[in-house]
């Protein structure tokens, strides 16, 4: 069981916005920075989001990033088939001294 | 360009041991932190500690101490996983994935390709 909570599966048309939640503590994202990170089928996890809502270059405007208390979320604009894929977020817990991430959401493009 | 390049995939026996490498290039290998995150198939993602490259002091994720091992050679910019004992339920990819050295954050950026290490009698 994960940390930080996130819905397995998430799912939307091309061209639609949908979002992603992601759900923790005072330790760790009450307190801390979040990170979101995309895994494309069969390849390694990037970063998408780092400190709450920048965007590493390279990735586009179409994602973005908030943070209200001990919740996140991650937004996705003008959906497209190529963003099918895992997403995690991620936080520093001071509890446990150590990173903490989501379940993960899979996110479907219908 | 930073990247990190891990070593291949590996098909062990439970109680043997196996070393994954992750060779970083393209920054100053001591300048940030080398965390290791673990991914069970078919599961998420797992962080399993991190290594400070100046002082090469390992710390462990609660679940990941005893058997696993963090250790570095800075002469070739390579950080190491040494797990040992090996169990059928430490097969997994194993990603190492390059983090800030002051500030603790779950910053991970760039990741090593990942290592399969599969265990099977």
């Known amino acids: 069981q994960s940390v930080l909570t996130q819905p397995p599966s998430a799912s939307g048309t091309p061209g639609q916005r949908v979002t992603i939640s992601c759900s923790g503590s005072s330790s760790n994202i009450g307190s801390n920075y979040v990170y979101w990170y995309q895994q494309l089928p069969g390849t390694a996890p990037k970063l998408l989001i780092y400190r709450n809502n920048q965007r590493p270059s390279g990735v586009p405007d179409r994602f973005s990033g908030s943070k209200s208390g001990t919740s996140a979320s991650l937004a996705i604009s003008g959906l497209r088939s190529e963003d099918e894929a895992d997403y995690y977020c991620?936080?520093?817990?001071?509890?446990?001294?150590?990173?903490?991430f989501g379940g993960g959401t899979k996110l479907t493009v219908l | 360009q930073v990247q990190l390049v891990q070593s291949g995939s590996e098909l062990k026996k439970p109680g043997a041991s196996v070393k994954v490498s992750c060779k970083a290039s393209g920054y100053t290998f001591t300048s940030y932190a080398m965390n290791w995150v673990r991914q069970a198939p078919g599961q998420g993602l797992e962080w399993m500690g991190w290594?400070?490259?100046?002082?090469?002091?390992?710390t462990y994720a609660q679940g990941f101490t005893g058997r696993f091992v963090f250790s570095l050679d800075t002469s070739v910019s390579t950080a190491y996983l040494q797990i040992s004992s090996l169990k059928a339920e430490d097969t997994a990819v194993y990603y190492c994935?390059?983090?800030?050295?002051?500030?603790?954050?779950?910053?991970?950026?760039?990741w090593g390709q990942g290592t399969l290490v599969t265990v099977s009698s």
């Open positions: 991620a936080a520093w817990d001071d509890s446990l001294s150590g990173g903490v």
């Open positions: 994935a390059r983090g800030p050295l002051v500030v603790v954050a779950a910053t991970f950026d760039p």
């Open positions: 290594i400070n490259t100046n002082t090469g002091n390992p």
